[in-house]
């Protein structure tokens, strides 16, 4: 079909909320999925890939989803963590001794994944193009000082807890943080989500259109020096999405690039006890690691109320979930992943008109909620 229209299957009638979206031009192009008991019962798509509406959104259309790259950089480091590679209570200096500098030797890992670390970004001035530069990147993370005292207060690290993270998984695997998420779960899926994408997949991507004038992140007014420095050094471009830089780079907290179904068939593996696809990659266990609470307060970089466990935002306070065992995180403009581990369902949405938000707008919670609605929970 070449008219953009709504596309795939749906079991609970989420499809007209679906279409009412594009229909208001509340969304351009956008994908929803939804899994329960690891199978797929609404897997929608629609709309136009680039901003003219020349380009239908395919079934295999993929999107930049900023920040909900974040969730599969978790779940990598959950899947090493449970084979027991990787202890989330052990000093990142035993995995990567450089980092113990400027009084970090004590820092712990589960301070890089709940963003407590007091990295929330780089003290030195650095460009968008530096963010390709794997190696510079965390040099000078493990070299600098934290910006306040690790573990004492969240602060969003918005773009550096990718690299933080991937380069512990990189010193106890050998392999980047990209190579090692693909091997071990996006391929065994068969699961279309990238952190690095190939520049074979580049004809598939859909165009990103920022936010308003005035509503993007890097417009907000930034109060502190925590604030200013995530939010400047360096400032976000959307335009950076289109380039092969970009996409073929890993930054495994904001470049990935997949659909609503890549994200809600991976995070199946968290929702339904390790297992995905009849396949087992953890175990329960390791799964709920996710939801233990590590810190909790206003963030010092996202000025709201915050609750992180290991990698993921944690139900509670401002984001209140029907079932108390889920776990959520969103992308920049609007994506979002929603893990139930009490309903076992996962909910994703991507899109590619972005809101000037980090962690989903009622685009997708509004989809979640007649989800919610339709299998009785609220």
């Known amino acids: 079909m070449t008219d953009g229209a709504v596309q795939g299957h749906d079991r609970y009638g989420v499809r007209e909320q679906f279409e009412e979206n594009l229909a208001r031009g509340d969304d351009v192009g956008a994908a929803y999925c939804v899994t329960v008991d690891g199978e797929t019962v609404v897997d929608l798509w629609g709309g136009f890939a680039d901003a003219a509406r020349t380009r239908p959104w395919e079934k295999d259309t993929i999107v930049n989803v900023y920040s909900t ?34 009084g970090k030797a004590g820092v712990k890992v589960s301070h890089l994944m ?20 794997w190696e ?15 573990g004492t207060a969240p602060g969003y690290h ?30 065994p899926l068969g699961a279309d989500f990238w952190i690095g994408l190939p ?20 417009e907000v007014r930034k109060e502190t020096e925590v604030q200013r420095n995530m939010s400047t050094n ?39 006890g390790g297992v995905a696809k009849g396949k087992r990659f953890m175990s329960e266990a390791g799964c709920r690691k996710a939801l233990e609470l590590q810190v909790e307060g206003r963030d010092l970089v996202l000025d709201t109320p915050a609750r992180f466990g290991l990698g993921f935002g944690l139900s509670g306070g401002m984001v209140p979930f029907p079932n ?28 590619n008109k972005m809101a000037g938000t980090t962690q989903g707008d009622m685009r997708a919670l509004g989809l979640a909620m007649a989800m919610w609605t339709a299998l009785g929970m609220i």
């Open 69 to 102: 790259t974040k969730t599969m950089t978790a779940l990598t480091a959950l899947l090493i963590a449970d084979r027991g590679e990787l202890d989330f209570d052990a000093p990142v200096a035993t995995y990567w001794p450089e980092f113990a500098a400027n």
């Open 114 to 133: 709940s963003h407590s670390a007091g990295l929330s970004g780089w003290k030195e001035t650095i460009s968008n193009d530096d963010l390709y530069d």
């Open 136 to 150: 510079k990147m965390t040099s000078l993370l493990a070299a600098q000082a934290p910006f306040w005292e690790p």
């Open 158 to 187: 918005a773009i550096t807890q990718g690299y933080l993270v991937g380069e512990v998984v990189r010193r106890i695997t050998g392999k980047s943080l990209g190579t090692v998420f693909r091997e071990e779960i996006a391929e």
């Open 199 to 218: 520049a074979s997949e580049d004809h598939r991507v859909a165009e990103l259109i920022p936010p308003p004038a005035g509503q993007s992140q890097a």
């Open 234 to 272: 360096p400032g976000i471009d959307v335009s950076a999405t289109k380039t092969r830089g970009w996409r073929g780079a890993e930054i495994p907290a904001a470049g990935g690039t997949g659909n609503a179904r890549s994200v809600a068939e991976i995070h199946a593996i968290l929702a339904n």
């Open 324 to 351: 108390p065992n889920t776990i959520y995180w969103g992308g920049y403009g609007g994506s979002l992943i929603i893990i139930d581990m009490d309903a076992r369902t996962t909910f994703a949405y991507v899109m």
